[in-house]
């Protein structure tokens, strides 16, 4: 009986099928290593004595087993958690790039992030991919993905189990903190895929994280805390992969995240991270009848049986493409197995790589050459096995998925995490324990505590729905309903607590306000929360926007009004002018008696009745004859035609007339000047003559004559110098006075006629 299973066993000995196992074997755990040695024992335990002898029957018993089952061999990568290096290890695998013989069907991996990519080369190389921990709901997609399956259950059934809960426990609204990668977003995208059937998609806010496993920007992390705060929920749905959290837990702690008034609900992937009690996570359902025996065979390993020599070169553990002996992960030592350290993702590891076993035996024992087990074959035999796993009862609907449950843990005050609950995928309902479940707060209640539910600071209960919303911008909501922003201050946020004053030098007029408005030029704010801003006082002036204080004009200048703008509206007040005989010490100085100081930077003008000659700032004013001569003109000007001190003199070749001017003379006007011009030549003569005669000989009335002509010339010449005086002569003392400038030979002589003539009463 044993002849012809052991010639077939010969001939198939001749062939090789392998298969790829690869993970995050350096980084996230070592264990899976040991893992794939569990299976491949339990699998040599169907055909080989030896080694059913030392760890007992197989746990999964492989019905009408094919002798060729004996030549699947397996070789184990590690992706170390990124992308390049799990998509190199997957051409490795395919395109034999390492040595090796080409593999026709790949076990891995743990991320979506690298699943995805390793999924297309698949696709193209036409090697069937069985998934054990990639959960995005993407990889259901066939079109995309038409050689993709998975053991584990996708994230569209644990978005149904996030949902389940928000509603169960009546939550008005969580924020979903996830990363931007195909895992995170994927499964933020199914809880919300379910809110938006529900027609409450108003129950789910988010906050993304770019994905930065390496290297962490710390400013983002916090930018993405500070927004899921922002939208005053306690209840945090937390959607990443364990890599990005390690970085983002410190400033979740920091932020006070970990704390009674908040509450913490995390995705499957999260199991490693240091979570306050009362928090709660999901895992999918990874335990079956079986899986207690898979246990015992665990707890009979050692760690040379995973990383012996034989073993390693069984595996090609050395051709990783990170060595071992750089992982981070936690090494494999004996007590490993003695203290039973397992994962969720184990158990679904351990069923797919049964699972590529079991339909190659299938294959196998319709007839199929070893050789065409590959590619499209291999594939829809994968998709019509079915068996009892450890993981549970394993099966794949039409897009490759795995339909299973999630379980439900809760860290009770233990430090422990325990399942309390079940969400059954099938029947879309959520088991709870009837006495509730530990909240962050520490009770243990059968809802969330009220203080959890009631809005946060910066947020109201809208009545109709029941849910808590951002206070609206111009308002603040201190727990109650939303108030507006008093005049002066203002809101430019959603969720405010409080409002915030306006700062110097701007203003908010009206209550309400989302925004401060800047003080105009000629204002300013010398303090916060102004309501209207102050207008510059006079004597000050401010041009620019945004004024804290105004601008003093400087060298005693005021302003006309108060508001000013420009440096230009300042000048000197009214009675008082400016003296700039040096920049240094240019300022407004009192008017002079005598001149009058309009309000500006002009010069002073002469006051009707007075002179003074232009200065920059020491005037010397006179009191003119009078006020016709000096009508009250600009400095130093007099009546028209007169110049000289105090305008006391016509211009050269003019006459006076009675309004104070003085008029150029005509051509007839010189004729009294000539006639008194030879005049005076004859009295001369005479006077000469008698100066030479002897005054004996001379008559007494010639005598007389000369004495009295000598008196009148000498009167006459007193007049001329009384006509200078400043008084008023009247008609017509003031002719006979002016005819005196004959015999003064004043240089106004020329015009005597003129002044007969033109100013002569009638």
């Not at 998609?201 to 710390?218: E, H, P, T, W, Y």
């Amino acid at each position: 009986m044993l002849l012809p299973w052991a010639a077939v066993l010969l001939c198939a000995n001749a062939q090789e099928l392998a298969l790829g196992i690869y993970g995050a074997m350096t980084t996230f755990t070592q264990l899976h290593i040991a893992v794939v040695v569990t299976f491949d024992l339990d699998l040599r335990k169907n055909f080989d004595a030896s080694v059913r002898a030392r760890y007992g029957p197989p746990i999964i018993q492989i019905p009408n087993l094919h002798p060729g089952v004996a030549n699947i061999t397996f070789r184990i990568g590690t992706s170390h958690a990124m992308t390049d290096i799990g998509v190199g290890t997957a051409l490795d695998f395919t395109l034999g790039l390492d040595g090796e013989t080409p593999v026709v069907g790949l076990v891995g991996g743990v991320y979506s992030g690298i699943a995805m990519p390793v999924a297309s080369i698949a696709a193209t190389q036409k090697v069937p991919q069985i998934a054990f921990g990639a959960t995005s709901p993407a990889l259901s997609n066939k079109e995309h993905f038409p050689y993709f399956l998975r053991t584990v259950p996708p994230d569209s059934i644990q978005g149904r189990a996030f949902w389940n809960w928000v509603v169960v426990f009546q939550v008005p609204m969580v924020v979903c903190l996830y990363g931007i990668e195909p895992y995170g977003e994927g499964l933020y995208l199914a809880i919300r895929e379910q809110a938006d059937l529900a027609n409450e998609d108003g129950r789910i806010r988010s906050a993304g994280l770019r994905n930065m496993q390496v290297n962490f920007v710390v400013e983002e992390g916090q930018a993405a805390i500070d927004i899921a705060k922002s939208f005053g929920s306690p209840f945090i749905f937390l959607c990443f992969t364990t890599a990005l959290g390690n970085h983002l837990w410190p400033l979740m702690e920091n932020a006070g995240m970990f704390g009674p008034s908040w509450q913490l609900v995390a995705c499957e992937s999260l199991t490693e991270l240091p979570f306050p009690v009362g928090a709660m996570r999901w895992s999918p359902s990874s335990t079956g009848p079986k899986y207690v025996d898979w246990l015992d065979l665990w707890g009979n390993l050692t760690a040379d049986d995973v990383l012996s020599t034989a073993a390693r070169e069984r595996y090609k553990i050395d051709n990783f493409r990170v060595p071992l002996s750089q992982a981070t992960a936690p090494p494999i030592t004996d007590a490993t197995f003695e203290n039973r350290e397992v994962f969720v993702y184990d158990s679904f590891l351990f069923d797919a790589s049964y699972t590529f076993v079991l339909a190659i035996n299938d294959l196998l024992n319709s007839g199929t050459p070893l050789a065409d087990i590959k590619g499209e074959t291999l594939l829809n035999q994968i998709k019509t096995t079915q068996f009892e796993g450890i993981s549970g009862a394993v099966s794949f609907d039409p897009n490759g998925d795995r339909l299973a449950a999630y379980q439900f843990w809760n860290k009770e005050p233990d430090g422990e995490f325990h399942i309390t609950g079940m969400f059954h995928a099938a029947t879309n309902q959520l088991e709870l324990p009837g006495d509730g479940v530990y909240w962050m707060n520490g009770q243990k209640l059968p809802m969330p505590p009220a203080e959890l539910i009631d809005c946060s600071i910066g947020f109201y209960k809208d009545e109709a729905t029941r849910k808590c919303e951002a206070c609206p911008k111009g308002f603040y909501c201190a727990g109650s309903a939303p108030e507006p922003c008093q005049a002066g201050t203002f809101s430019n946020v959603i969720g405010a607590a409080s409002c915030t004053p306006c700062d110097f030098g701007t203003f908010a007029s009206e209550i309400g306000s989302t925004q401060c408005t800047s003080c105009y030029p000629g204002f300013f704010a010398d303090k916060g929360g102004m309501e209207a801003c102050q207008k510059c006082p006079k004597g000050t002036y401010m041009p620019s926007f945004k004024a804290t204080a105004c601008i003093q004009c400087g060298m005693q200048q005021e302003t006309e009004e108060s508001g000013s703008q420009d440096d230009d509206e300042c000048r000197c007040a009214q009675g008082s002018f400016m003296c700039n005989e040096s920049l240094a010490t240019a300022s407004c100085q009192p008017c002079p008696e005598g001149l009058t100081c309009p309000a500006g930077l002009d010069p002073p003008v002469q006051q009707p009745g007075f002179w003074a000659e232009p200065t920059a700032c020491n005037f010397k004013v006179l009191r003119c004859r009078n006020q016709l001569e000096c009508p009250g003109l600009a400095l130093g000007e007099c009546a028209k035609g007169r110049d000289g001190i105090a305008c006391n003199n016509c211009h050269f070749n003019h006459y006076p007339l009675e309004n104070g001017t003085c008029e150029l003379c005509g051509p007839g006007d010189y004729w009294p000047s000539i006639l008194a011009g030879l005049i005076g030549v004859l009295v001369a003569i005479l006077l000469v003559r008698s100066a030479k005669v002897d005054l004996n000989q001379q008559s007494l009335n010639l005598l007389t004559v000369a004495a009295v002509a000598s008196q009148t010339i000498t009167a006459l010449q007193a007049l001329g110098s009384i006509r200078k005086l400043a008084v008023e002569w009247i008609y017509p003392v003031r002719r006979i006075i002016e005819l005196t400038k004959i015999v003064s030979f004043d240089l106004d002589v020329i015009k005597i006629r003129a002044f007969w003539v033109k100013t002569a009463p009638p």
